[in-house]
């Protein structure tokens, strides 16, 4: 099981759904959300969009393998979405953000694989979250003043994959979720997971580019 968090406009969901058409034997679940769909976005696609009494009543139930508040919106990982794929022998992802991967990194019976997606610089992040024309300025204040505090949190992950040419993030994704499972002897596939690994240089680069 891999576990994927990433700042909101560092591409994680991009990368999974696009992955999931790469690697057959990959299952991605969909969180529950209690935010409101954007333009374009559909039930069942992006996410399972439930208002806010479902919501509690699946996590009074026990229904959730983990669930946050992010940016004022509540997010939850079905347990049954997990348990099913995993019961047919698939690989699974998980796009939580970093408070459910703390929670699903605590869990024994599950020992994922956690990767970070970061975005080239804190300027490259502002100009797709402006870009997507889909938020308010002060909530993309918020979520780049978030974008700080998670990324000076990707200590705690197993990998880090900066998501600046999203064919090559895609690929290194790839290589990580192959190597991990035990499914390729290809020498560059090997290569991309081993780079993906922090590092002390790695680590001092981003607290540099991003000053956290």
Known sequence: ????????????????????????????TLSHTTRMPRPGERDGREYHFVDEATFQRMRAAGDF????EVHGNLYGTARASVAAPLGRG??????????????LRLDPSLAPTTI??????????E??????????PEVIARRLHNAVREIAACDAFDYWVVNGELEFAKTTLEGILRVRAGRTVDYAMR?????????TARRTLIRETFRV
């Open 65 to 68: 393998l983990e669930w946050a």
């Open 90 to 103: 698939q690989d699974v992802v998980v796009d939580v953000d970093i408070q459910g991967a703390a929670s």
């Open 116 to 125: 970070f997606v970061l975005p080239p610089s804190m300027e490259v992040l």
């Open 127 to 136: 100009q797709r979250l402006r870009g997507r024309g889909q938020d308010a």
């Open 191 to 199: 290569d991309l997971e081993a780079q993906a690994r922090p590092t």
């Open 1 to 28: 099981m891999a576990v994927v968090s990433a700042p909101s406009g560092a591409g994680k969901t991009t990368l999974c759904n696009q992955l999931v058409e790469r690697l057959p034997n990959l299952a991605y």
